[in-house]
């Protein structure tokens, strides 16, 4: 699912049928299956009324809070492989 469209926790819940909870439970392991330096993460968490983006976090979990503003309004990182070091 991850190598053919990009998605974001909830949307892989649903299609497999799983709590999202589960889904950041399972992608650790997924990254881990690809190794070589392949990504999971393609498009990382961004707050919603800074900008600021997530760029360096390695949790698979959607932060809390904006680190800059505190706000709580933050996108939802989108996964995806994405094969060999190129992360983005």
């Known amino acids: 699912m991850l190598r053919e469209d990009d998605c974001t926790a909830r ?11 589960e889904v950041y439970e399972h992608l650790p ?20 009324h800074c900008g600021f983006v ?10 809390g809070k904006c ?3 505190r706000s709580e309004a933050i996108s939802p990182p989108v996964y995806g492989i994405k094969e060999g070091s190129e992360k983005s």
Do not use: M, W, Y
């Open 67 to 69: 680190p800059v503003c």
């Open 54 to 63: 997530f760029k360096k976090r390695t949790r698979f979990t959607s932060p």
């Open 11 to 21: 949307d892989i819940s649903r299609a497999l049928g799983i709590r999202e909870k």
């Open 29 to 48: 392991h997924v990254e881990r299956s690809f190794g070589n330096g392949s990504s999971v993460i393609s498009r990382p968490a961004q707050c919603l």
